[in-house]
């Protein structure tokens, strides 16, 4: 490690910090958008928590107490009023006396490079006191001599190192859980939130949905969230066909499981206002990058391990996808402290139960009765379930609105956590009973929730009818896909109208491919739109997804001059009855517009049906071609969407002759005869 050194007055640096504090205004919070109608926070009120406490160490304290002996020795020596009072790798979210870390960064499709000029730039001009760099990357800035530099071999580690010294350990001083594995972590972690405030504790979140304390919404830095600037879409009540709403001023997750440095300050964050639990969700990519170093989770919870093709992409098999996950567990390694839930019925619990061999393990299971925690009793309907489940320390019933067999797997974690931590199961159940919906995680968008006031509540029932559900999951690989599916189907849906697409650059021919056969599989009525397409043509897109559907579809048609499982949009006008014979024939829909498609399934269900829109979840935006080299992204959300089409059924109620029990709506084109071009 080489080192270059000056000072930086702490008094100083301390001032310049509260003054840039003071000029960004009052930290200000918005809570998570489901709809215009949802509450949201007062962005000028000041978050309810004890102040964060100022820090400030020496440089060589921080290197010596991180273990780096012989760097902090030189300092000693050499620089003793050197002083850090904070640490960075975003050089937008620098202040002076920040640590500033060069760190190249994978976000998306892009790729940062905290070593670029313009980063190093950016971080000196916001007075960093020093910068860490990488062994072997020298700086093409000139820094400025009272600018200490270190070069180390690995500065992510490092920079972790660092963090975890500086801001004292936060993950241990709170009940830290971990949630891993394939499917289902942001529904556990949600559940297992509520279980911890039920029991009173106040509880902070890092997750795909929302880097939380309580409801206060955190930055990655672990400021607590402001919009920067006005939101285009704050006002609207929905979307608009065939066109992008500009997406600005709305909290945004990049990064399920943060970067190290980045998981080290939410932490602190969390632990400095007065946390006394966090819940941290663990991606395989995310455990992959490091981010889970020094969490010290007090428990450990595994969901399930299957297929993830584009975790495994980015990791480069399923032996490494399966290796990262192992990880988290095999660091579980103080049994006075830590514990593992275990999912019984996976097939790969054992490979995970011997990785965490060394602390306590409590199971649970719905078809393995030996579990520590598994269900007596269920019953699934499309608008609740309720269950009787046996624990170690009695038998719980639970009654809740998600709906689901795989549900029914996420709530017996989060009970299991709950009997680990010694919460009465009269609170774990109201804790349970209390998330009454999961952004984005088989959502039933016209589901009215427990309302205190009732005329609100008569309100909302009024403007979004029950005739039947419509669901909104984040369901974007195959088995994920075919779980949900097979769940509302278990849950006695009569028909399903799948309105899915696949998102583009991120995702495998083969992967669309199998999609679509699922879809094709598990629903009555399928209607295949966009994702977000990126820098991929829709139509490529939805070419790759209708492969997966079975020759005898596509057959009758072989002949035909264009093909008629395309958008109408591609096609000429005259081909349009053509087209629609065949689609309505097969209940196989082709609809690039996500806004039409979501509309069209909608408005064409009856009751005793389910709609699913799959793919997107909780996200609110789509991102498409910005007719350059590049991705513009707009305001898109299917729950806002589907809440919308359904506030406007009446409409459609009221026009009597108008028959919609097919598509397109009206009466069935008359018999199409083949085009067929003839070659003399």
């Not at 008094?11 to 709809?35: C, D, I, K, N, V």
């Not at 921080?62 to 904070?86: M, S």
């Not at 860490?132 to 800035?141: D, F, R, S, T």
Request: include cysteine; glycine fraction near 6%.
């Amino acid at each position: 490690m080489q080192t270059v050194l000056t000072c930086l007055c702490v008094e100083e640096s301390m001032q310049q910090r509260q003054q840039l504090s003071q000029e960004a205004g009052p930290s200000g919070t918005l809570a998570f958008q489901l709809g215009a109608d949802d509450d949201v926070i007062d962005e000028d009120e000041e978050p309810p928590f004890p102040e964060a406490p100022e820090r400030a160490m020496y440089l060589s304290d921080l290197l010596g107490l991180a273990a780096e002996v012989e760097a902090a020795k030189l300092i000693e020596e050499n620089y003793e009023d050197v002083f850090i009072t904070g640490i960075s790798e975003d050089c937008s979210a620098t202040l002076p006396g920040d640590l500033y870390c060069c760190i190249e960064r994978v976000r998306a499709f892009d790729i940062t490079d905290g070593h670029d000029v313009e980063h190093v730039q950016a971080a000196i001009d916001a007075g960093a006191a020093a910068i860490l760099a990488q062994e072997g990357n020298e700086l093409a800035v000139q820094v400025p001599d009272h600018i200490p530099v270190i070069y180390a071999d690995d500065t992510d580690e490092l920079s972790a190192r660092l963090a975890a010294v500086f801001y004292d350990s936060p993950g241990p001083p709170m009940n830290t859980v971990a949630v891993a594995g394939t499917s289902g972590k942001t529904t556990v972690s949600w559940l297992v939130r509520g279980v911890l405030e039920q029991a009173g504790q106040l509880t902070g979140m890092i997750g795909s949905i929302e880097h939380a304390l309580a409801e206060h919404l955190l930055t990655p830095e672990g400021d607590f969230w402001k919009a920067a600037e006005a939101d285009p879409a704050a006002e609207r009540e929905c979307a608009s066909p065939f066109a992008l709403v500009p997406y600005r001023g709305r909290y945004l997750v990049e990064e399920t499981t943060p970067y190290s440095l980045q998981m080290q300050k939410l932490l602190a964050s969390m632990r400095d206002h007065g946390a006394t639990a966090a819940v941290v969700e663990c991606t395989a990519d995310g455990i992959a990058a490091g981010g889970t170093r020094f969490l010290q989770p007090d428990i450990a919870v595994f969901t399930n391990l299957t297929e993830h093709p584009q975790e495994q992409e980015l990791l480069g098999c399923r032996e490494e996808y399966v290796s990262n996950t192992l990880h988290l567990f095999q660091n579980l390694q103080d049994p006075d402290k830590q514990r593992a839930v275990l999912n019984l019925d996976d097939p790969n619990y054992r490979l995970v139960a011997e990785a965490c061999s060394v602390v306590p393990q409590l199971t649970y299971a719905i078809a393995n009765t030996s579990a520590d925690v598994h269900v007596d009793a269920v019953e699934f309907q499309l608008w609740q379930t309720t269950m009787i489940v046996a624990t170690p320390v009695g038998r719980l019933e639970i009654v809740t609105d998600m709906v689901g067999r795989h549900n029914v797997y996420n709530i017996l974690a989060a009970i299991a956590v709950g009997v680990l931590l010694n919460i009465p199961l009269a609170d774990i159940g109201a804790g349970i009973e209390s998330v009454q919906i999961v952004p984005g995680r088989c959502e039933v968008v016209n589901n009215i929730l427990n309302l205190e006031n009732a005329t609100e509540a008569e309100e909302l029932q009024n403007k979004l009818p029950r005739d039947y559900p419509v669901v909104v999951d984040a369901a974007d690989t195959p088995e994920r896909l075919a779980t949900v599916l097979e769940s509302l189907r278990e849950a006695g849906a009569s028909r399903v109208f799948t309105v899915f697409g696949c998102d583009g650059m991120s995702t495998s021919g083969e992967v669309r491919a199998r999609m679509g056969e699922v879809a094709h599989q598990r629903s009555e009525v399928v209607i295949v739109t966009n994702s977000s397409p990126r820098l991929e043509d829709p139509g490529d897109i939805i070419q790759d997804i209708i492969a997966g559907w079975p020759n005898e579809i596509f057959e009758p048609y072989a002949a035909y001059v264009y093909n008629v499982f395309q958008d109408q949009t591609r096609a000429p006008l005259w081909f349009e009855p053509f087209l629609h014979s065949a689609q309505r024939r097969w209940k196989r829909h082709i609809m690039e517009d996500r806004f039409q498609a979501i509309r069209a399934a909608i408005g064409t269900a009856a009751p005793g049906d389910v709609v699913l829109l799959a793919g997107r979840g909780h996200l609110d935006y789509i991102e498409h071609w910005d007719g350059e080299d590049g991705v513009v992204r707009g305001w898109f959300d299917d729950r806002v969407e589907a809440r919308n089409a359904l506030s406007k059924l009446q409409y459609l109620y009221a026009l009597v002759d108008l028959d919609r029990s097919a598509l397109p709506w009206g009466p069935p084109p008359d018999d199409a005869k083949s085009v067929v071009l003839e070659i003399e």
